[in-house]
Protein backbone atom coordinates (compact mmCIF):
# COMPACT_ATOMS: atom_id res chain seq x y z
CA UNK A 1 0.00 0.00 0.00
CA UNK A 2 1.53 3.60 -0.69
CA UNK A 3 3.57 5.14 1.96
CA UNK A 4 3.23 8.60 3.75
CA UNK A 5 6.96 10.80 3.23
CA UNK A 6 6.62 14.46 4.25
CA UNK A 7 2.88 14.05 4.41
CA UNK A 8 2.39 13.50 0.62
CA UNK A 9 1.34 9.37 -0.31
CA UNK A 10 4.30 8.02 -2.55
CA UNK A 11 3.96 4.49 -4.03
CA UNK A 12 6.24 1.91 -2.57
CA UNK A 13 6.95 -1.32 -5.42
CA UNK A 14 9.02 -4.59 -3.52
CA UNK A 15 11.77 -6.03 -5.84
CA UNK A 16 10.57 -9.81 -5.33
CA UNK A 17 13.61 -10.60 -3.70
CA UNK A 18 14.79 -8.40 -0.64
CA UNK A 19 11.50 -7.74 0.27
CA UNK A 20 12.35 -4.38 0.21
CA UNK A 21 10.20 -1.24 -0.97
CA UNK A 22 11.64 1.79 -3.42
CA UNK A 23 9.96 4.65 -3.83
CA UNK A 24 9.07 5.96 -7.56
CA UNK A 25 11.04 7.68 -10.02
CA UNK A 26 8.67 10.37 -10.30
CA UNK A 27 7.76 11.33 -6.56
CA UNK A 28 11.97 11.13 -6.03
CA UNK A 29 13.01 13.45 -9.13
CA UNK A 30 10.12 16.41 -7.13
CA UNK A 31 11.47 16.44 -3.97
CA UNK A 32 15.30 16.52 -5.48
CA UNK A 33 13.88 19.84 -7.34
CA UNK A 34 12.26 21.15 -4.69
CA UNK A 35 15.55 21.18 -2.54
CA UNK A 36 17.54 22.30 -5.58
CA UNK A 37 14.87 25.31 -5.32
CA UNK A 38 14.77 26.34 -2.09
CA UNK A 39 18.64 26.27 -2.05
CA UNK A 40 18.82 28.68 -4.99
CA UNK A 41 16.45 31.08 -3.16
CA UNK A 42 18.45 31.11 -0.10
CA UNK A 43 21.51 32.19 -2.25
CA UNK A 44 19.81 34.36 -3.92
CA UNK A 45 18.61 35.91 -0.49
CA UNK A 46 21.88 36.22 0.86
CA UNK A 47 23.44 37.86 -1.98
CA UNK A 48 20.80 40.80 -1.99
CA UNK A 49 21.73 41.53 1.21
CA UNK A 50 25.79 41.95 0.70
CA UNK A 51 25.89 45.68 -0.69
CA UNK A 52 27.97 46.24 -3.54
CA UNK A 53 31.66 47.48 -2.93
CA UNK A 54 31.93 51.73 -3.55
CA UNK A 55 34.97 53.08 -4.18
CA UNK A 56 36.69 55.16 -1.60
CA UNK A 57 36.12 59.25 -2.13
CA UNK A 58 38.61 61.32 -3.23
CA UNK A 59 40.64 62.88 -0.03
CA UNK A 60 40.09 66.45 -0.68
CA UNK A 61 42.69 69.17 -1.67
CA UNK A 62 43.49 71.72 1.25
CA UNK A 63 43.27 75.44 0.59
CA UNK A 64 45.03 76.88 3.57
CA UNK A 65 49.20 76.32 2.51
CA UNK A 66 51.89 74.99 5.37
CA UNK A 67 54.57 77.44 4.62
CA UNK A 68 53.77 80.57 2.52
CA UNK A 69 56.55 82.80 1.57
CA UNK A 70 54.80 86.17 0.76
CA UNK A 71 55.59 88.61 -2.04
CA UNK A 72 54.87 92.41 -3.02
CA UNK A 73 55.50 94.03 -6.38
CA UNK A 74 55.22 97.97 -5.93
CA UNK A 75 55.00 99.81 -9.63
CA UNK A 76 54.86 103.45 -9.97
CA UNK A 77 54.47 105.97 -12.99
CA UNK A 78 54.69 109.73 -13.43
CA UNK A 79 51.80 111.21 -14.61
CA UNK A 80 51.22 114.94 -15.82
CA UNK A 81 48.09 115.61 -14.30
CA UNK A 82 46.24 116.56 -10.74
CA UNK A 83 45.91 112.80 -8.92
CA UNK A 84 42.09 113.86 -8.55
CA UNK A 85 41.79 114.10 -12.16
CA UNK A 86 43.73 111.11 -13.02
CA UNK A 87 41.32 108.67 -10.47
CA UNK A 88 38.51 110.23 -12.37
CA UNK A 89 39.78 109.04 -15.72
CA UNK A 90 41.11 105.61 -14.45
CA UNK A 91 40.07 104.81 -11.17
CA UNK A 92 36.79 102.83 -11.21
CA UNK A 93 36.60 99.30 -10.51
CA UNK A 94 36.12 98.08 -14.19
CA UNK A 95 38.41 100.53 -15.57
CA UNK A 96 40.69 97.76 -15.68
CA UNK A 97 38.91 96.79 -19.13
CA UNK A 98 40.59 99.34 -20.92
CA UNK A 99 43.70 99.82 -19.27
CA UNK A 100 44.50 95.83 -19.20
CA UNK A 101 42.88 95.59 -22.42
CA UNK A 102 40.59 92.79 -21.14
CA UNK A 103 36.63 92.63 -20.77
CA UNK A 104 35.13 93.31 -17.38
CA UNK A 105 31.85 93.94 -16.24
CA UNK A 106 30.53 93.84 -12.36
CA UNK A 107 28.97 90.88 -12.03
CA UNK A 108 27.93 91.49 -8.43
CA UNK A 109 27.29 94.97 -6.37
CA UNK A 110 27.85 98.16 -7.30
CA UNK A 111 31.20 99.37 -9.19
CA UNK A 112 33.37 101.10 -6.54
CA UNK A 113 31.71 100.05 -3.66
CA UNK A 114 32.99 97.70 -1.37
CA UNK A 115 31.78 93.96 -2.01
CA UNK A 116 31.82 94.88 -5.90
CA UNK A 117 32.92 92.39 -7.93
CA UNK A 118 34.10 91.81 -11.37
CA UNK A 119 34.56 89.66 -13.97
CA UNK A 120 38.27 89.58 -13.65
CA UNK A 121 39.06 86.65 -12.03
CA UNK A 122 36.03 87.01 -9.45
CA UNK A 123 37.89 89.95 -8.05
CA UNK A 124 36.44 91.53 -5.22
CA UNK A 125 36.93 95.26 -3.87
CA UNK A 126 37.82 94.67 0.13
CA UNK A 127 39.02 98.32 0.77
CA UNK A 128 39.36 101.92 -0.71
CA UNK A 129 40.03 105.90 -0.24
CA UNK A 130 39.67 108.44 -2.06
CA UNK A 131 42.18 107.71 -4.53
CA UNK A 132 42.68 104.05 -4.19
CA UNK A 133 40.93 100.62 -4.06
CA UNK A 134 42.38 97.26 -2.73
CA UNK A 135 40.84 93.89 -4.69
CA UNK A 136 41.08 90.20 -3.73
CA UNK A 137 40.69 87.10 -5.40
CA UNK A 138 38.43 84.45 -3.81
CA UNK A 139 38.95 80.78 -2.78
CA UNK A 140 38.64 78.60 -5.28
CA UNK A 141 38.14 74.66 -4.12
CA UNK A 142 40.45 72.45 -4.90
CA UNK A 143 43.22 75.21 -5.03
CA UNK A 144 45.75 76.29 -2.59
CA UNK A 145 45.14 80.02 -1.50
CA UNK A 146 47.80 82.58 -2.44
CA UNK A 147 46.11 85.73 -0.93
CA UNK A 148 46.11 87.64 -4.09
CA UNK A 149 45.39 91.36 -3.49
CA UNK A 150 46.19 94.50 -5.80
CA UNK A 151 46.07 98.20 -4.61
CA UNK A 152 45.67 100.80 -7.36
CA UNK A 153 45.76 104.66 -6.41
CA UNK A 154 46.35 107.94 -7.60
CA UNK A 155 48.84 109.48 -5.51
CA UNK A 156 49.41 113.86 -5.20
CA UNK A 157 52.52 115.13 -5.99
CA UNK A 158 52.14 118.60 -6.44
CA UNK A 159 48.65 120.30 -7.42
CA UNK A 160 49.35 119.67 -10.80
CA UNK A 161 51.18 116.41 -11.22
CA UNK A 162 50.77 112.79 -9.32
CA UNK A 163 51.54 108.98 -9.91
CA UNK A 164 49.78 106.06 -10.26
CA UNK A 165 51.03 103.33 -7.69
CA UNK A 166 50.09 99.76 -8.18
CA UNK A 167 51.00 97.25 -5.98
CA UNK A 168 50.56 93.12 -5.56
CA UNK A 169 50.59 91.07 -2.94
CA UNK A 170 50.13 87.49 -2.73
CA UNK A 171 51.98 83.88 -1.71
CA UNK A 172 54.26 82.02 -4.35
CA UNK A 173 55.13 79.03 -2.19
CA UNK A 174 53.77 76.78 -4.29
CA UNK A 175 55.83 77.99 -7.34
CA UNK A 176 58.01 74.79 -7.82
CA UNK A 177 61.45 77.02 -7.07
CA UNK A 178 63.50 80.38 -7.15
CA UNK A 179 63.83 80.23 -10.93
CA UNK A 180 60.04 79.91 -10.94
CA UNK A 181 59.03 82.26 -8.79
CA UNK A 182 61.31 84.70 -10.19
CA UNK A 183 59.59 84.45 -13.97
CA UNK A 184 56.59 84.54 -12.26
CA UNK A 185 57.60 88.23 -10.82
CA UNK A 186 58.98 88.87 -13.83
CA UNK A 187 55.87 88.11 -15.72
CA UNK A 188 53.54 90.18 -13.81
CA UNK A 189 55.95 93.03 -13.38
CA UNK A 190 55.60 93.45 -17.15
CA UNK A 191 51.82 93.09 -17.40
CA UNK A 192 51.06 95.46 -14.98
CA UNK A 193 53.74 98.06 -16.39
CA UNK A 194 52.28 97.97 -19.59
CA UNK A 195 49.04 99.01 -17.66
CA UNK A 196 50.49 101.60 -16.02
CA UNK A 197 51.76 103.23 -18.83
CA UNK A 198 48.28 102.68 -20.02
CA UNK A 199 46.69 104.51 -17.65
CA UNK A 200 49.23 107.22 -18.03
CA UNK A 201 48.60 107.91 -21.38
CA UNK A 202 44.46 107.83 -20.74
CA UNK A 203 45.05 110.27 -18.01
CA UNK A 204 46.57 112.73 -19.58
CA UNK A 205 44.14 112.71 -22.32
CA UNK A 206 45.37 110.61 -24.88
CA UNK A 207 43.89 107.30 -27.15
CA UNK A 208 45.32 104.01 -26.88
CA UNK A 209 46.37 102.02 -30.14
CA UNK A 210 44.63 98.57 -30.68
CA UNK A 211 45.42 96.14 -28.97
CA UNK A 212 47.32 93.55 -30.24
CA UNK A 213 46.02 90.28 -31.11
CA UNK A 214 46.74 87.77 -27.78
CA UNK A 215 49.42 85.67 -27.79
CA UNK A 216 51.20 86.99 -31.21
CA UNK A 217 54.46 88.08 -28.55
CA UNK A 218 54.77 91.41 -30.30
CA UNK A 219 55.62 94.49 -27.56
CA UNK A 220 53.07 96.75 -26.65
CA UNK A 221 52.37 99.67 -29.05
CA UNK A 222 52.99 103.15 -27.06
CA UNK A 223 49.53 105.79 -27.79
CA UNK A 224 49.26 109.65 -27.84
CA UNK A 225 49.36 111.57 -25.05
CA UNK A 226 47.27 115.03 -24.19
CA UNK A 227 50.78 116.57 -24.20
Same mark, same amino acid.
Given at each position: ???????????????????????????????????????????????????????????????????????????????????????????????????????????????????????????? *??????????????????????????????????????????? *????????????????? #??? #???????? *???????????? *????????????????????
Amino acid at each position: MPAVIGGRATSAVSDGTTGRSTVSGDESGTTTAACALAIACLANAAGAQTPPAQAAPAAPVSTAVAAPTYISIPMEIAVNRPAAEVWKRVGKFCDIGEWFRIPCTITSGKDGEFGAVRSVASEV *LVGKTELSYTYTQPVRDGRPYNLYHGTLEARPVTPTTSKIVYT *LFFDNSMLADDAAREAD #RAR #RLAQFTTA *LENMKILAEGGT *LPPAPARGAGAPPARGTTGR
